[in-house]
């Protein structure tokens, strides 16, 4: 526990005995805190007997106990709380909880057309999965693979329509679902549907 200075502990003296007055409440507030009374020559002033009861407190680090012994008789002294404070500083205020960071987005870019198609591709390292509608076979195995290589690789869907036939026919492309990996616009590696997760994960490293 932190001690009182000289300066501080003349500061109680002072204080004290403005509240008490009397050995006979000085003595009633030293029971009520918990020190041994008889160690305290009462025959003495006033003064003198104040001095006495601080020390003692010091002594056996029942100081705060003192304080906080007259705060329960007069709870708004200043002089009191501020030593209060020093004895026992306050918990700081507590800090709402640091919100876990954002997960990585792994969400496929949808790709409606072959125009947006050819902008995708030329994005840097990118993976697009082709599949028939309602065919979710491969995107649970994509979207782990994008959030392992978060930052580093773009993944992209095209769902076979009507609009989009004619690229699928282009790049001859004859069973779905299928994965293109694609660098800077190169096609780098063809992979069909029974691909596992150690054979894409080989061909992203």
């Not at 003692?56 to 329960?72: F, N, T």
């Not at 309602?134 to 994008?146: F, I, P």
């Amino acid at each position: 526990m932190p001690k009182l200075t000289d300066e501080q502990k003349r500061e109680l003296r002072q204080e004290l005995r403005a509240l008490y007055g009397t050995t006979d409440k000085i003595r009633i507030l030293t029971q009520d805190a918990g020190i041994d009374d008889t160690r305290i020559n009462w025959n003495k002033s006033v003064v003198d007997s104040l001095h006495a009861v601080v020390e003692e407190a010091d002594k056996l680090d029942r100081m705060l106990e003192l304080v906080k012994q007259g705060l329960v008789d007069y709870p708004d002294r200043p002089v009191l709380l501020t030593i209060r404070n020093l004895l026992a500083p306050p918990p700081p205020p507590s800090q709402p909880p640091t919100p876990p960071p954002p997960p990585p987005v792994t969400s496929l870019v949808q790709i409606p057309d072959d125009e947006e198609y050819s902008q995708f591709i030329w994005s840097g390292f990118v993976l697009v999965l082709f599949s028939l509608p309602g065919d979710e076979r491969l995107k649970t195995l994509v979207s782990k693979v994008a959030e392992a290589h978060s930052g580093r690789l773009k993944v992209g869907q095209v769902r076979y329509t009507r609009e989009n036939a004619a690229l699928i026919q282009q790049l001859n492309i004859r069973d779905l679902p299928a994965l293109f990996l694609y660098v800077n616009g190169i096609c780098r590696k063809v992979m069909g549907g029974a691909t596992g997760k150690e054979q894409l994960d080989d061909a992203v490293r």
